[in-house]
T-cell receptor
Framework: DAGVIQSPRHEVTEMGQEVTLRCKPISGHDYLFWYRQTMMRGLELLIYFNNNVPIDDSGMPEDRFSAKMPNASFSTLKIQPSEPRDSAVYFCASKRGQPMAGELFFGEGSRLTVL | RKEVEQDPGPFNVPEGATVAFNCTYS??????FFWYRQDCRKEPKLLMS???SGNEDGRFTAQLNRASQYISLLIRDSKLSDSATYLCVVVSGGYNKLIFGAGTRLAVHP
């Protein structure tokens, strides 16, 4: 089975540009998560979806960030406009609901650099 | 205060050593606990679950102390391949909101 697929793997952009990160979860998983990882702050939960519906977006830093899940096999995380402090590795992860609550499968991450 | 806190390390230990990591969490209503492992420039992967009664998986032992709100991971007979960052994970908000600690880095040397 294919794992969680993220694209792009690497992106370098200039401040002010729009960035769109994409994720395809594992088929059959009904939860999808977006995390951001930096050296300073570790792995932060940004938002998660259940059956394509956003459940908790309290971790989204500000209005410049938005996430969508139009169907069960695709999600996007958009940053507009991007800033240098957004530089991080963004991970998408998916899992089945209970009872396997802790088995979270991560993609390889999208490494974003904003100049 | 962060919801999940860990000592960032690094822990530098020789092969064969026993090393222990601790993690504290702030939400007393948290339901489930896990340890994940993250290799350098890779994604995190589930290492093991943590149960109140304690659980063991080979050289790895995980324990939970609900009264003190901390979780521990013990690694016996360390191998070079154990070098990684170990992330403590607490599940809150029902059974599906996974909160990660910042991780503890372990470096095992010959």
């Amino acid at each position: 089975d294919a794992g969680v697929i993220q694209s792009p793997r690497h992106e370098v952009t200039e401040m002010g540009q729009e960035v769109t990160l994409r994720c395809k979860p594992i088929s059959g998983h009904d939860y999808l998560f977006w995390y951001r990882q930096t050296m300073m702050r570790g792995l932060e939960l940004l938002i998660y979806f259940n059956n394509n519906v956003p459940i908790d977006d309290s971790g989204m830093p500000e209005d410049r960030f938005s996430a969508k899940m139009p169907n069960a096999s695709f999600s996007t995380l958009k940053i507009q406009p991007s800033e240098p402090r957004d530089s991080a590795v963004y991970f998408c992860a998916s899992k089945r609901g209970q009872p396997m609550a802790g088995e979270l499968f991560f993609g390889e991450g999208s490494r974003l650099t904003v100049l | 205060r962060k919801e999940v806190e860990q000592d960032p390390g690094p822990f530098n230990v020789p092969e064969g050593a026993t090393v222990a990591f601790n993690c504290t969490y702030s939400n007393s209503a948290s339901q489930s606990f896990f340890w994940y492992r993250q290799d350098c420039r890779k994604e995190p992967k589930l290492l093991m679950s943590v149960y109140s009664s304690g659980n063991e998986d080979g050289r790895f032992t995980a324990q939970l102390n609900r009264a003190s709100q901390y979780i521990s991971l013990l690694i016996r007979d360390s191998k070079l391949s154990d070098s990684a960052t170990y992330l403590c994970v607490v599940v809150s908000g029902g059974y599906n909101k996974l909160i990660f600690g910042a991780g503890t880095r372990l470096a095992v040397h010959p």
